[in-house]
């Protein structure tokens, strides 16, 4: 059962505090993000969830600030997603100012080379560990690791990603309707 839907404040909190703790990009944001919403909160079951999440991505633009409009809108309507935006924004927003800063006064320093070496290998993993967290209740059964997979190698191919979402958008309609279809059949034999 989903518990009561936020205040503006709480999901300005929720999102400020989101877009404060997580490094990585948003991709790094989304098991925090599903922590608290689906998990801590109840507001979203998993596969709505999931539907957040693919809406996010084939949107143009930072999938953090997609996500938490989608969120926002959802929960609170129009003023809702403004909101849910502005604040996973600001954080980084005041961070990227004061690092402009810092870096404009410090650039070619070896210290900071050393700093940025050490942190690329950090967002990696933070960005795998994401992709785990999201395929593991995704990759269920045969035809969700076959499409998978092939939209891996497209993209490795060199496919342009909008391509791959429209192709994996076709395979998922077309095994939905062929799964009717033997559900049809099965139902006539019967």
Same mark, same amino acid.
């Given at each position: 059962m989903k518990k009561a839907?936020?205040?503006? !404040?709480?999901?300005a909190l929720i999102?400020?505090?989101?877009?404060?703790v997580t490094?990585?990009? $948003?991709?790094?944001m989304l098991?925090?993000?599903?922590?608290?919403?689906?998990h801590?909160?109840?507001?979203?079951?998993h596969d709505?969830?999931?539907?957040?999440?693919?809406?996010?991505?084939?949107?143009?633009g930072?999938?953090?600030?997609?996500?938490?409009?989608?969120?926002?809108h959802?929960?609170?309507?129009a003023g809702?997603?403004v909101?849910?935006?502005?604040?996973?924004?600001?954080?980084?927003?005041v961070?990227?100012m004061? !690092?402009?800063?810092?870096l404009?006064?410090?650039?070619?320093s070896p210290v900071?080379?050393?700093l940025?070496?050490g942190l690329?290998?950090?967002?990696l993993? !933070?960005?795998?560990g994401?992709?785990?967290?999201?395929?593991?209740?995704?990759?269920?059964g045969?035809p969700a690791l076959?499409s998978t997979?092939?939209?891996?190698v497209l993209?490795?191919l060199? !496919?342009?990603?909008?391509?791959v979402?429209?192709l $994996?958008a076709?395979f998922?309609?077309?095994r939905?309707?062929?799964?009717?279809?033997a559900?049809?059949?099965?139902?006539?034999a019967r």
């Amino acid at each position: 059962m989903k518990k009561a839907k936020p205040n503006q !404040l709480l999901l300005a909190l929720i999102f400020v505090r989101i877009g404060a703790v997580t490094f990585g990009g $948003g991709l790094a944001m989304l098991p925090i993000i599903e922590r608290e919403l689906v998990h801590q909160r109840r507001w979203f079951t998993h596969d709505e969830y999931i539907d957040l999440i693919t809406l996010a991505r084939i949107a143009p633009g930072p999938i953090a600030v997609n996500l938490a409009v989608l969120v926002g809108h959802r929960l609170l309507g129009a003023g809702g997603a403004v909101l849910a935006a502005v604040a996973v924004a600001l954080p980084s927003f005041v961070v990227i100012m004061a !690092l402009s800063q810092l870096l404009t006064v410090y650039a070619g320093s070896p210290v900071l080379e050393r700093l940025f070496a050490g942190l690329r290998p950090a967002v990696l993993a !933070l960005v795998a560990g994401a992709s785990l967290s999201l395929a593991r209740p995704i990759l269920r059964g045969v035809p969700a690791l076959f499409s998978t997979g092939v939209a891996l190698v497209l993209l490795l191919l060199g !496919l342009h990603p909008g391509l791959v979402l429209v192709l $994996g958008a076709a395979f998922g309609l077309v095994r939905s309707a062929m799964s009717r279809r033997a559900r049809a059949r099965e139902e006539d034999a019967r």
